[in-house]
């Protein structure tokens, strides 16, 4: 199994680009997330989804969109890119909810110019 | 909203030192929790998985506590090794999201 695995591992975008982040896992996980971890703050929750089909906002999901429209991918969506949002950004799948382990993706280190 | 503190910050002890990583949160309502390290610029490893119902989790030189109902969780590290120098993460886990704690960096001196 690849795990979860993340492309690009580097971006630069301009202030207003838009760009997708790409997410897949190989493992039949059911829940997948996206984070974002910047210097000396704990990893934040952007968005997750519970199967495909169905996703929710996490604790800082503003300028950013996501669908799930296969059990493997969960793709990241920066709509108009903003230089708050520069930022290294990990997803995370588990194969159920609450009493299952999560694992993360290698990360995408985004710089917004 | 959950809060996670992990004390101390950074940490740096000579090899073959026993660590003790500790983290705290505000809310006790929590289904498991885990303990990740990470390298620098790398993604998270997991290390321990600790459901809400055990006391303790052991792997190897690695061992952790969960005391759910006063929110503290504690990580060992026995007989630590350059090896074990990294960012070390805990996450309680709560409504199918983890919340993370800023970390605590240990340096392990040969």
């Known amino acids: 199994n690849a795990g979860v695995t993340q492309t690009p591992k580097f971006q630069v975008l301009k202030t207003g680009q838009s760009m997708t982040l790409q997410c897949a896992q190989d493992?039949?996980?059911?829940?997948m997330s996206w984070y974002r971890q910047d210097p000396g703050m704990g990893l934040r929750l952007i968005h997750y989804s519970v199967g495909a089909g169905i996703t929710d906002q996490g604790e800082v999901p503003n300028g950013y969109n996501v669908s799930r429209s296969t059990t493997e991918d969960f793709p990241l969506r920066l709509l108009s890119a903003a230089p708050s949002q520069t930022s290294v950004y990990f997803c995370?799948?588990?194969?159920?909810?609450?009493?299952?382990?999560?694992?993360f993706g290698p990360g995408t280190r985004l710089t917004v110019t | 909203k959950q809060e996670v503190t992990q004390i101390p910050a950074a940490l740096s002890v000579p090899e073959g030192e026993n660590l003790v990583l500790n983290c705290s949160f505000t809310d006790s309502a929590i289904y498991n929790l885990q303990w990740f390290r990470q390298d620098p610029g790398k993604g998270l490893t997991s290390l321990l998985l600790i459901q809400s119902s055990q006391r303790e989790q052991t792997s190897g030189r690695l061992n952790a506590s969960l005391d759910k109902s006063s929110g503290r969780s504690t990580l060992y590290i026995a007989a630590s090794q350059p090896g074990d120098s990294a960012t070390y993460l805990c996450?309680?886990?709560?409504?199918?999201?983890?919340?993370f704690g800023a970390g605590t960096t240990v340096t392990v001196r040969a």
């Open positions: 493992m039949n996980h059911e829940y």
């Open positions: 995370a799948s588990s194969y159920g909810g609450q009493g299952y382990e999560q694992y």
């Open positions: 996450a309680p886990k709560h409504d199918y999201k983890l919340s």
